[in-house]
């Protein structure tokens, strides 16, 4: 077989499509930046209700969004998901999240409630774990937090 080519049973990896929301412009932006250096496929959304409107919900392998936003909050539109039987696996992050909010956000089926500022090598693990892949390498210097 050819160089770059596949092969029959050869799978071609593919790079998680992430959707971040978060009502803050500057972080959400200040994320994805984080994830694109990282070679990922990142686009960002204000609010739930305008991701679930969008074209990229067909797309996304991966939602991260915050627990709490104006109108549906993270965790009602991971359950939006799930009830159109749409799942998509999903990080929510948050600050300050209390105990009995982790144990239900975690008790629904997301992957994790990350605390912000996000620490990005978590971050990067839980997208990892969710996409059962190997974690993707940064180019540059490492931050340790999204802030």
Known sequence: MAAG??????????KPSIAVIDGDQ????ALVGQLRSCDLIAKT???????????RLSLTTCLIAELR??????????????????????????AGPDQQTRVRALGAGVTALL????????????INRTMGRNAPHRRGKQSPAIR
Not at 5 to 14: K, N, Q, T, W
Not at 26 to 29: I, K, V
Not at 45 to 55: I, K, T
């Open 69 to 94: 936003l104006g109108g549906m909050s993270g965790l009602e539109l991971y359950g939006q998901l799930l009830a159109r039987g749409t799942p998509i696996p999903t990080i929510l992050m948050t």
């Open 26 to 29: 500057a972080y959400r932006e």
């Open 5 to 14: 080519r596949l092969g029959a049973g050869d799978e071609m990896p593919i």
């Open 45 to 55: 959304f204000p609010d739930a209700e305008e991701f679930l409107a969008s074209a």
């Open 115 to 126: 605390n912000k500022p996000v620490n990005e090598s978590e971050l990067l693990d839980c």
